[in-house]
């Protein structure tokens, strides 16, 4: 029975009416706003990827530059007479004072490498006497190229240095020795700050696959695989700058993730959380759900309304025909009421009546018939059962024993030929003698 009344085939033609207008109202509506919220969420997050590839195009940027201003105070450091003069020849020659580079906040130390990758001046003073000649910076530098060079952990304070190395020589001459500046990876910080980020976004400085700046202090010296931004290392291997949209942060939730290389090698993170930038979208996506739930409810009204006033006057002419149907009078008001109208179910209900009213009429003349035809039928049917009885062998006997009653009856052994004898046309009529006399 359940199954049977969820047939649609089963339904009234209300039901079937109403089921009708809500989808054809809702079932195109909910595909437009499906539709229109994927559109809207996919064009907010492109836009901001993009904001957060711009971010890192700046962090990387502001770090290249602050590392490039290392590198202009390391150039002009290598070409100072008194440090040429000075690794030229050491033993004639004071060492360079450096004058206030020693009390920059930024700078934590200077040195004056030969050319054999030793530290013959610098600060602070225990780094005399150290050897660079395995690292590339000094390689580089010693070639005439400017370089940025190692990052490495501060023993003391535990922050990173950076390391920024000139080549060291007079103007036109060969190469004598390096100079190199390492700074303050809080300064590397600061510049890295310069990156717009939206709230909750942090941005990272990765040297070689580990985070040597970082806001947060916890994450310096980490892997991004041990972060879980093992995917964004890989990337950042194969292209110089890209976007990752979704990267799952244990304790964060998903993030989106942006990179951009420096022109010194390092590669600028940005991590910003993803529920931020799709908020806007996700709210209209609400308000849009919220609006579609009201519209469904107004459609469902609407529908059922226009369904009942659709489907009266069909229920009027169905409850006329099972009324005619089951041999009672309809209800003929209401069907004139309706046949007023001039639309298809006016006129629909004035074809019914007039049908109804010749099926009475055909009905009546019917009964009519059937009526004579019932008369007509008993009256033969008597002509048939008194003709039965006159021609039978019984009837025949018992006339034969009233005409013999009657010859006793008269005292005389005469003919009885003078008896009357019935006549076919009324057997049963009384016989009468010569005399007149009726019988007994």
């Known amino acids: 029975m359940k199954f049977a009344k969820a047939d649609p085939r089963n339904w009234t033609l209300g039901a079937k009416i109403g089921v009708t207008l809500v989808a054809a109202a809702l079932i195109p509506m909910a595909i437009v706003s499906v539709a229109a919220t994927r559109a ?42 008194d440090v040429v003069s000075y690794i030229d020849s050491p033993a004639t020659n004071a060492a360079p004072s450096f004058g206030a580079a020693k009390s920059s906040p930024d700078v934590r130390n200077i040195v004056v490498v030969d050319a054999q990758g030793t530290v013959i001046s610098g600060f602070p003073s225990d780094a005399v006497g150290r050897n660079y000649s395995h690292t590339a910076w000094f390689g580089v530098a010693l070639s005439g190229k400017p370089a940025v060079g190692e990052v490495s952990p501060d023993a003391k304070s535990g922050r990173y240095v950076f390391t920024v190395a000139s080549p060291a020589r007079r103007p036109s001459e060969a190469v004598q020795g390096v100079v190199s500046i390492g700074v303050s990876g809080d300064d590397v910080m600061y510049s890295l700050s310069q990156s717009p980020l ?14 040597v700046a970082a806001r947060d202090q916890r994450n310096l010296g980490k892997t991004l695989d041990q972060i879980g931004l093992g995917s964004v290392a890989r990337a950042a291997t194969k292209s110089p700058k890209g976007t990752i949209a979704k990267v799952a942060l244990a304790g964060r939730g998903d993030q989106v993730v942006a990179w951009s290389t420096t022109p010194t090698g390092d590669t600028v993170v940005i991590i910003e959380p993803r529920s931020v930038f799709l908020a806007s979208i996700d709210r209209l996506a609400a308000t849009t759900r919220i609006a579609l739930i ?40 209401q069907l004139e009421k309706l046949g007023r109208a001039r639309d298809d179910i006016g006129l629909l209900t004035r074809v019914f009546m007039h049908m109804a009213e010749q099926v009475a009429l055909r009905e009546k003349k019917l009964r009519e018939q059937v009526r004579a035809m019932r008369v007509e039928i008993d009256h033969g049917r008597r002509k048939e059962s008194v003709d039965g009885i006159v021609e039978s062998d019984f009837f025949k006997g018992i006339q034969d024993r009233a005409a013999e009653m009657r010859l006793r009856a008269r005292g005389d052994g005469s003919d009885p030929s003078p008896v009357a004898v019935k006549s076919e046309s009324d057997p049963v009529a009384p016989m009468a003698d010569d005399a007149g006399e009726q019988p007994s």
């Open 198 to 211: 939206i709230p909750g976004g942090q941005a990272v400085l990765v040297d070689h696959g580990r985070i």
């Open 40 to 81: 809207g969420q996919m064009a907010v997050e492109n836009a901001e990827l993009s904001n957060a590839l711009g971010s890192a195009f700046v962090g990387s940027s502001s770090v290249g530059e602050y590392l490039d201003g290392v590198s202009k105070r390391a150039e002009q450091f290598g070409t100072a007479p």
């Open 294 to 333: 009201i519209v469904a409810i107004l459609a469902v009204a609407a529908a059922i309304a226009l369904a009942r006033r659709l489907s009266r006057p069909v229920s009027a002419l169905t409850t006329a025909a099972q009324a005619i149907e089951a041999d009672e009078e309809p209800d003929t008001g």
